[in-house]
């Protein structure tokens, strides 16, 4: 039996469906050029299909932040309730900067302890307000020997590559859980304490997870939910705080989101070429920079295949998840046929192709 | 170190001054940003980056670091504290703290302190993004490209990333082979720079230059023979000129360094049996896929598709050969020169008629593809008269 080893590949580029569990995506994420303000320091609304890559850039923007060690500081806000509260996202926003701040702390353990009395009390103020309680997440502090494992107990990205969890850590506990906290903290003000304790130039919400809501209320309603968070992007982009969205295509021309002068909009779609590139990178990096493109691994007649299965989506197919599905029944096909190149007719039978809806 | 042509000497350097003002344009017209500078092995990209070091250390507002991946040297820079060099070895991912210390240090960054030695990577490289100095940082990084994967990897992680968060900062690389895929936007669309090769006649130019100034003992009269088999190659135009053989036989050396050094040090002593196979690969005129050449290289052998696949990673592992488009093109710098000396040599016929039958083979193979390996050959490589003179003439000239 042969396997993507025999054809060249170090990992199966392919395996993952779900973004969020792949490994490798920054390194080999596409970008369209129409999303790259994503990144800059505005509000923006990153508007696609389901399965058209929005968590994918979302978990990009995500990393690309925490790689500028925190000066710019990402959260990640995906609401895991509904409740027409006008203060519910707020509210949810706080709990997800207590969590980034918390594992920002657990990235730099010895800044906490240059900190002032008065810093200390406020940090653990807005500590409070961590998901899952304080206690839990000190206890998951003290339990880790790796920061990746505190990541995963988690679920909040690390901002620091420290190689193990040290004594350091065991203190950082200690002296969290000895620290009386400041009264409650607002939002404005843990935001203000972010810059103050971490010298955070400027912080990034991203908002995602929404396409779920979609499936059961109209996008009226979903403009309608979100209205408070769209009522203070002018006011925190004046603080350099900006809301990043990552909405369902089906809002895009909503005059709530279209008129607001403040909010860049964007829509991630997808051309053959450009998903003809998301197999290139993905065969590139996964051949350990061997080869760019299935054609290397194809029967000499065979030209541009990644090119091919593209143009092989239908209209509404043509989304990452969809070709990403594509390669991989293709290169399953020939790894069961206990062959290392690419036929004419495995393109022709990848023709049969199959249609996944968001997962 | 021994080798003359792995020395920085900016009294020697060939001045390239568009490139310079590239550089300059980029640094006076934006705040930040990356500017990639890619050629062939031997095509000058070291020399031009040090150089470019060098000016810019004369540039106040400006505060360069230099670190080199490749080993090499740079005696006039020794003072230097603003630099990382190794003459003896490549780079390695552990050497990741030192470079972080020293550009802490002449950045003039805070770091939070700590008692774990382990920590300081992390804490340095968040001191590097949260850096407030006045005075720009540019760092430049040469041979970039052809790391390890997991070295290139780490060196974005801890370096470039962390120093890119600075709202003034400049890095500018250089690499050969194929590009790599950056984690980082600013890196993913940076401003690239080809280094092509020299033009005939200004490689005569420098080389009377540095006859005037005493630096070379050949004869003028070969000047344009060493231009023309060079290819402009600013690598193989220093080793021609300063060897004291023949020109042939110099040629021949610059080949072999050229390819040598850039093999993993558990193959440079096959050298001798390696070079054939590139031989026959550079007359190869399309990029090509294994199945397309096992036989053309292999053709005896019993295992012509792994002894295919051995000397194609081999060559990947050296950068000599990259995957563009449509198959593996061996690196311009060697397929050129090799060429003219396989011509000279009378060698190119033998090869070329092999070719031949291969080519033919596959265009009934594969119908649909014949256009495509009817241009499998190249066109024979004409010498011009000039050139033999001087070959013929050619005899140790030194004093």
Same mark, same amino acid.
């Given at each position: ?29 596409? @970008? ?17 299909? *389901? ?41 949810? @926003? ?14 730099? *353990? ?6 002032? *009395? ?134 895009? &021309? ?18 053959? #070429?450009?998903?003809?590139?998301? @197999? ?11 080869? &760019? ?67 | ?147 390890? &994967? ?70 003028? =009269? ?57 031989? /026959? ?54 397929? #050129? ?10 060698? &190119? =016929? ?41 070959? /013929?003439?050619?005899?140790? #000239?030194?004093?």
């Amino acid at each position: 039996m042969k396997s993507l080893l025999d054809l060249g590949f170090g990992f199966d580029p392919f395996k993952h469906l779900d973004s969020t569990r792949d490994v490798h995506l920054q390194e080999y994420l596409v @970008i369209p050029k129409a999303v790259e303000i994503t990144l800059l320091d505005q509000p923006v609304a990153i508007l696609a299909q *389901p399965g058209g890559g929005k968590s994918a850039l979302r978990i990009y923007t995500s990393n690309f932040y925490t790689d500028s060690r925190g000066i710019r500081f990402p959260v990640t806000y995906i609401p895991d309730d509904y409740s027409t509260e006008n203060d519910f996202h707020f509210k949810g @926003i706080k709990k997800s900067l207590a969590s980034a701040a918390f594992m920002y702390l657990a990235s730099y *353990p010895d800044l906490f302890f240059a900190l002032s *009395p008065d810093g200390r009390q406020k940090l653990k103020g807005l500590l409070l307000d961590v998901p899952l309680g304080l206690d839990f997440n000190l206890q998951a502090l003290r339990d880790s020997r790796f920061l990746s494992d505190l990541e995963q107990t988690l679920g909040t990205p690390a901002f620091s590559n420290l190689p193990r969890l040290d004594r350091a850590h065991k203190k950082l506990a200690r002296e969290l859980e000895e620290e009386s906290p400041f009264e409650s903290l607002s939002l404005d003000d843990s935001f203000a304490l972010l810059n103050e304790v971490f010298g955070v130039k400027s912080i990034h919400i991203l908002v995602d997870g929404l396409d779920g809501f979609m499936e059961t209320q109209s996008p009226q309603a979903l403009l309608a939910w979100i209205e408070p968070l769209l009522n203070v992007l002018e006011t925190w982009e004046k603080k350099n705080i900006y809301l990043k969205f990552f909405l369902p295509m089906d809002i895009s &021309d909503a005059p709530a989101l279209t008129n607001l002068h403040s909010l860049r909009l964007a829509a991630l779609t997808w051309d053959d #070429h450009l998903l003809a590139e998301v @197999i290139r990178r993905r065969v590139f990096v996964a051949s350990r920079r061997t080869f &760019d493109s299935l054609d290397a691994v194809s029967a000499p007649d065979l030209r541009n295949v990644e090119l091919s299965l593209a143009r092989q989506l239908g209209e509404k197919e043509k989304l990452p998840r969809q070709i990403i599905l594509k390669c991989q029944n293709l290169l399953h096909k020939v790894v069961q046929s206990g062959r290392i190149e690419i036929l004419p007719e495995d393109l022709f039978f990848s023709r049969e192709s199959f249609y996944v809806t968001a997962i | 170190m021994s080798q003359p042509y792995k020395i920085f000497n900016s009294a020697e350097f060939t001045d390239r001054h568009s490139e310079f003002e590239r550089v300059e344009t980029f640094t006076k017209e934006r705040n930040r940003g990356a500017l990639i500078f890619e050629g062939e092995r031997g095509s000058g990209k070291t020399t031009f980056l040090f150089e470019l070091y060098r000016r810019l250390n004369e540039q106040r507002e400006l505060r360069p670091f230099l670190i080199s991946l490749s080993p090499y040297s740079a005696p006039e820079f020794e003072s230097n504290k603003n630099k990382w060099l190794n003459t003896d070895r490549s780079f390695q991912k552990d050497d990741i703290p030192v470079v972080l210390n020293r550009l802490a240090s002449y950045l003039e960054i805070d770091s939070i302190e700590t008692d774990d030695r382990e920590f300081k990577k992390d804490y340095f490289a968040r001191g590097l993004a949260y850096r407030s100095a006045q005075a720009t940082p540019v760092l430049l990084v040469d041979s970039i490209y052809e790391c390890p &994967d997991d070295t290139r990897i780490e060196f974005e992680k801890f370096i470039l990333a962390p120093i890119l968060a600075s709202e003034r900062v400049f890095v500018i690389l250089s690499g050969r082979g194929k590009r790599p895929i950056w984690s980082r936007p600013e890196l993913r669309d940076a401003d690239i720079i080809k280094i092509e090769p020299l033009q005939s006649n200004f490689v005569i130019e420098q080389l009377e230059k540095l006859n005037k100034q005493g630096k070379l003992k050949r004869d003028p =009269s070969e000047y344009a023979t060493i231009a023309y088999l060079s290819c402009g190659y600013p690598l193989i135009v220093r080793v021609m000129a300063e060897s004291n053989k023949q020109l042939l036989t110099a040629l021949d050396e610059a080949i072999n360094i050229i390819i040598g050094e850039t093999l993993p040090e558990r193959e440079q002593k096959n050298l001798e049996n390696i070079r054939p196979f590139i031989e /026959k690969l550079a007359l190869v005129d399309i990029p090509f896929r294994i199945p397309d050449v096992d036989e053309y290289l292999y053709g005896d052998d019993r295992e012509p598709r792994a002894k295919t696949n051995h000397l194609i990673n081999l060559l990947l592992e050296s950068y000599l050969l990259r995957y563009e488009g449509k198959g593996y093109q061996l690196s311009q710098s060697i397929v #050129h020169p090799i060429r003219k000396w396989l011509a000279l040599k009378g060698r &190119d =016929s033998e090869y070329m008629e092999q070719l031949q039958q291969i080519s033919a083979k596959l265009q009934e193979e594969y119908p649909s593809a014949r256009a495509w390996y009817q241009k499998m050959l190249p066109a024979k490589t004409s010498l011009p008269n000039t050139v033999f003179h001087p070959l /013929k003439a050619s005899k140790a #000239h030194y004093a």
